[in-house]
């Protein structure tokens, strides 16, 4: 069996507490995604994730030529939600 690694996929996973979004579980729970994704602590640990994954592209395409990520963000709420972006 020959295995494909032309395409990988990467992630960055941040932990944000409830605390840092001052809301409660329940009330991050009734939020949508796009209610989540604009919460200011949100936006700043997504983009601080970006950033740390274009870094980690750098350095993976220096090493490895013709390479093709696929990068995904994730930032945790807590143990309630989940927010994701692909990053290009």
Known sequence: MKWDFSVIKTH???????????????????????ELKNLEAVK???????TQLLNYQIRLESKY???RLQMICVVSVGFE??????VK
């Open 65 to 67: 030529k013709d390479l």
């Open 12 to 34: 960055n996973a941040i932990n944000l507490k409830l605390s840092e979004v001052n809301l409660s579980g329940e009330q991050v729970k009734q939020l949508s995604i796009e």
């Open 81 to 86: 939600r989940v927010v994701w972006q692909t």
């Open 44 to 50: 700043d640990k997504i983009a601080e994730a970006e």
